[in-house]
T-cell receptor, first 116, second 114 residues
Framework: AQSVSQHNHHVILSEAASLELGCNYS??????LFWYVQYPGQHLQLLLK??????LVKGIKGFEAEFIKSKFSFNLRKPSVQWSDTAEYFC??????????????FGTGTRLTVIP | DVKVTQSSRYLVKRTGEKVFLECVQD?????MFWYRQDPGLGLRLIYF???????EKGDIPEGYSVSREKKERFSLILESASTNQTSMYLC?????????????FGPGTRLTVT
């Protein structure tokens, strides 16, 4: 079965530290890849997405992610985090299902706490 | 802008009640989804629909049913609510263009079953 793994459940960083959140998926076909962010009390927002082309994708708020096909990975990075980046981050992979519909498979999320 | 709306932001129901969660999208998307979000478990797919009157079970369909009578509306039904169905429920629809897909989420309904 398809799966998306986020190995870090809770990450705590000081402001200005660099961030890397891991995401691995198991689907072998063509995939679209996403990172979503959910700030406390708010709904999911799209941070960035990869469909094709340059494997290094830049998103909003200084985030970027790199798609490494050979490693089935799509890690999220930010060179210098801010207190306002405190949120939960979800990796997601879009893949076709046998029934003909598309679905988005989510990781379990990584909670990021940034200490001022 | 694509809009996915959900009928309620917060809902409190008693055990055994029948609960309807409504979701409407205004972009003529064919595929719609219902997820629940729980701490430490991420988003889990309950049901999805890829056309009017079509539905497929997701990962955790037990205790739920769905209805898709019109393309823009996808309803999630809890036939007899239980306390373990207390959760945040998210509706989404997918836009498909030339093998590119983007999923749009509603704001969520936080359901508490007492």
């Amino acid at each position: 079965a398809q799966s998306v793994s986020q190995h870090n459940h809770h990450v705590i960083l000081s402001e200005a530290a660099s961030l890397e959140l891991g995401c691995n998926y198991s689907y072998g076909g063509t995939v679209n890849l996403f990172w979503y962010v959910q700030y406390p009390g708010q709904h999911l927002q799209l941070l960035l997405k990869y469909f094709s082309g340059d494997p290094l994708v830049k998103g909003i708020k200084g985030f970027e992610a790199e798609f490494i096909k050979s490693k089935f990975s799509f890690n999220l990075r930010k060179p210098s985090v801010q207190w306002s980046d405190t949120a939960e981050y979800f990796c997601a992979v879009n893949a076709y299902l046998e029934a003909g519909a598309n679905n988005l498979f989510f990781g379990t999320g990584t909670r990021l706490t940034v200490i001022p | 802008d694509v809009k996915v709306t959900q009928s309620s932001r917060y809902l409190v129901k008693r055990t055994g009640e029948k609960v309807f969660l409504e979701c409407v999208q205004d972009m003529d998307h064919e595929n719609m989804f219902w997820y629940r979000q729980d701490p430490g478990l991420g988003l889990r797919l309950i049901y999805f629909s890829y056309d009017v009157k079509m539905k497929e079970k997701g990962d955790i369909p037990e205790g739920y049913s769905v209805s898709r009578e019109k393309k823009e509306r996808f309803s999630l039904i809890l036939e007899s609510a239980s306390t373990n169905q207390t959760s945040m429920y998210l509706c989404a629809s997918i836009e498909e263009r030339e093998s590119r897909y983007e999923q749009y989420f509603g704001p969520g309904t936080r359901l508490t079953v007492t």
